[in-house]
């Protein structure tokens, strides 16, 4: 099978660490707060300097849904997904996509039974490395259109189909993918509708002086990032993602997040506004960074502060001759949009 060495070392070694006990009660919103401020914390113990990026990708964990994470190589995107996934007692899967990868390689494959002689050969599933609590698809847009297109129905409906038959993934299923700048020799841009599956993209940016003379004083991914602890266990991480799902919205809070919708279908610079999936994330985003500052309730700035992030990779700059990246223009525009639109009261 083509790309078989990238497969086997996608599937290297989960992350294991003594697993919380299993509770049955709900979670308060002060509990889960508590518990998600352990993670950040652990997880800065890797990712030094970058406090905003990493409480975001905790709320995208807890808000269930995927992350994308766009930067230059060498700014820790990969060191932010593992220091992510060992602080969760999952199961972690890195699958490093490269341009000779085959969907097969992602999702996993049929494969020839043992059979008696003279009798019809049977087939059993192999799974692929999709099969992990924590997926990191890592540099995804160095694979062909075609092996991306493979994440879709796992990103969107938790379940890979192979020959025909579909396989449900474990639960809670998170990928974090990483990507290099388009610009850059030998990418593949992903498509909109791949995109619109990533609750939020992020970029780290390089790092400050001073945290940076830290990183070359002791590198943290070498000496910190192996002794990391799981904070939480998988069903401690269900149940806060329950309690996300239970905080309240008011209704003038669901009518500001749709004139921010709105407005990105009416801009003069965006020939495609943000999706109803749009929508749907922002709030889910809201929701959760509410449950991580210890409330039961949003308010109109978890909706402002996460805005950028959730909504500017799924619209559409139109094509002006090009004076920055469309990325950081479409971020402007959001970012505009969001200052423009009234708060309510």
């Known amino acids: 099978m083509t790309s078989l060495h990238a497969a086997e070392a996608a599937t290297e070694g989960a992350f294991h660490a003594m697993a919380s006990p299993t509770r049955t009660e709900k979670w308060t919103a002060r509990e889960a707060s508590t518990a998600a401020s352990r993670m950040i914390s652990e997880i800065e113990r890797v990712v030094l300097g970058k406090s905003e990026v990493v409480r975001k990708s905790v709320v995208c964990l807890l808000a269930r849904g995927h992350l994308l994470i766009e930067d230059v190589p060498g700014v820790g995107k ?9 602080s969760v007692d999952a199961d972690f899967r890195r699958i490093q996509f490269t341009s000779d990868l085959l ?8 494969v020839p039974d043992r059979t008696e002689a003279g009798t019809t050969p049977r087939f059993r599933f192999q799974p692929g490395p999709l099969f992990g609590n924590l997926v990191l698809a890592d540099e995804v847009n ?8 493979a994440l879709l129905e796992a990103m969107s409906e938790n379940t890979v189909s192979v020959d025909g038959i579909s396989h449900a993934l474990p639960d ?14 030998g990418t593949h841009p992903l498509p909109e509708s791949q995109l619109d599956r990533f609750l939020m993209r992020l970029s780290l940016g390089y790092p400050d002086r001073e945290h940076e003379a830290r990183v070359l004083a002791r590198d943290p991914s070498v000496h910190v990032l192996p ?9 401690d991480l269900r149940g806060i993602q329950r309690a996300t799902e239970d905080v309240k919205v008011e209704e003038t809070l669901l009518a500001y997040l ?20 749009g929508a749907l994330s922002l709030r889910r985003a ?27 990779h799924r619209v559409a700059v139109h094509v002006r ?9 479409s971020r402007w525009i959001i970012s505009e949009i969001v200052d423009r639109v009234a708060v309510p009261l």
């Open 78 to 86: 990969t060191t932010l997904a593992q220091a992510l996934a060992r």
């Open 227 to 235: 002794l990391l602890e799981a904070t939480l266990g998988l069903d």
């Open 258 to 277: 749709l004139n921010l919708i709105d407005a990105t279908r009416l801009h003069e610079g965006l020939s495609l506004g943000s999706s109803t999936r």
């Open 172 to 185: 809670p299923f998170f990928v974090v993918a990483t990507q290099n700048p388009l610009e850059h020799h």
């Open 103 to 110: 969907p097969g390689d992602l999702t996993g494959i049929s």
């Open 321 to 329: 001759g090009g004076l920055a990246p469309e990325s950081e223009e």
């Open 142 to 149: 160095r694979a062909s259109p075609k092996t991306q297109s």
């Open 286 to 312: 809201a929701q959760a960074s509410a449950l991580i500052d210890g409330r039961d309730y949003c308010i109109p700035e978890d909706v402002r502060e996460l805005a950028v992030d959730v909504l500017a």
